[in-house]
């Protein structure tokens, strides 16, 4: 059974920094074709932030590039989200997913960004 668990989320005010980790048990992140971050902030429609693939191609929303950085570290079986110069509108929930044949979703941590 795949589980994934994210951490690091928090209030922080508008320019500073997060990272946010996903940490997937019950299989290797290396056997997933993508990792991702996605986000739902209230009312609102749930979004991919950024996305790393298995040979660590990455792709960014146009609402974060430059400013956040997806990794992965399969020896920790790890997923990170950097996220600097933070802005108001990225306050929302995270979720870290990871996508195979299936796709598996973890339940997401806060980020509030104060202005």
């Known amino acids: 059974q795949v589980r994934l668990v994210e951490s690091g989320g928090g209030l922080v005010q508008a320019g500073g920094s997060l990272r946010l980790s996903c940490v997937a048990s019950g299989s290797s992140i290396f056997r997933f074709n993508t990792m991702a971050w996605h986000r739902q902030a209230p009312g609102k429609q749930r979004e991919l932030v950024a996305l790393?693939?298995?040979?660590?191609?990455?792709n960014y929303a146009d609402a974060v590039k430059g400013r956040f950085t997806i990794s992965r570290d399969n020896a920790q079986n790890t997923v990170y989200l950097q996220m600097n110069s933070l802005k108001p509108e990225d306050t929302a929930v995270y979720y870290c997913n990871a996508r195979q044949i299936s796709s598996y979703w973890g339940q997401g941590t806060q980020v509030t960004v104060s202005s």
């Open positions: 790393i693939t298995s040979d660590s191609s990455t």
